[in-house]
């Protein structure tokens, strides 16, 4: 079956520019989770949907940052007045629960964003 | 907090030479689940196994086999007989309780990246 699927795979932008990322988790799948990998790292935690609503959006580094998931399927991570520190691949994961800690999370490509 | 360490940033090996890649964590919860994931050159990662808590049970999974020991708080992965398809970014991962919502999340170590020379 299709795994979990990003677009675009880079975004390349300038400063102060707003983004979207998109990301369509495995059909079923009722968690989603949003990830974000700095070069060389491993990737940090940014905001956990169950369903349709953000049920932790403990990760996000400022306000600039949101998401939505407003169907339980598909969601978006939005960045507004982008700066060069945003530069990272946000990778997107799902889980076919997100309350039992022992189901495996799947990763999407992941998308590369580099502002300039 | 939890923390999840990979000391080890780098390692190098020739094909068919066993290497073990550490992983050591700290969390308070009692009940947790600590994964490996694989990071391939592509990007994407890859789930290689799960461990929970109360298992500590080594496991072997072909060429693959882990050593979980709670009381040091370790969760080391060793590939033996390595091949050059090896060569990869490899994470360890805890999941940890989202307390207000019942949900959990990942924290990963920084990694270890795995070169594999013919």
């Known amino acids: 079956g299709a795994g979990v699927s990003q677009t675009p795979s880079n975004k390349v932008t300038e400063k102060g520019k707003y983004v979207e990322l998109r990301c369509d988790p495995i059909?079923?799948?009722?968690?989603l989770y949003w990830y974000r990998q700095s070069l060389g790292q491993g990737p940090e935690f940014l905001i956990y949907?169950?369903?349709?609503?953000?049920?932790?959006d403990s990760g996000l580094p400022n306000d600039r940052f949101f998401a939505v998931r407003p169907e339980g399927s598909v969601s978006t991570l939005k960045i507004q007045r982008t700066e060069r520190g945003d530069s990272a691949v946000y990778l997107c994961?799902?889980?076919?629960?997100?309350?039992?800690?022992?189901?495996?999370?799947?990763f999407g490509p992941g998308t590369r964003l580099t502002v300039l | 907090a939890q923390k999840v360490t990979q000391a080890q940033t780098e390692i190098s090996v020739v094909e068919k030479e066993d290497v073990t890649l550490d992983c050591v964590y700290e969390?308070?919860?009692?009940?947790?689940?600590l994964f490996w994931y694989k990071q391939p050159p592509s990007g994407e990662l890859v789930f290689l196994i799960r461990?929970?808590?109360?298992?500590?049970q080594n496991e072997i999974s072909g060429r693959y086999s882990w050593n979980f020991q709670k009381s040091t708080s370790s969760f080391n992965f060793t590939i033996t007989a390595s091949q050059v398809v090896d060569s990869a970014v490899y994470f360890c991962?805890?999941?940890?309780?989202?307390?207000?919502?019942?949900?959990?999340?990942?924290?990963f170590g920084g990694g270890t990246r795995v070169l594999v020379k013919p």
């Open positions: 994961a799902s889980s076919l629960h997100g309350q039992t800690s022992y189901n495996e999370q799947f």
């Open positions: 059909s079923g799948h009722t968690a």
């Open positions: 949907f169950q369903g349709t609503g953000a049920a932790d």
């Open positions: 969390t308070r919860d009692t009940t947790y689940y």
């Open positions: 461990r929970n808590s109360f298992d500590e």
């Open positions: 991962a805890l999941s940890e309780f989202l307390s207000g919502s019942a949900g959990n999340k990942l924290t």
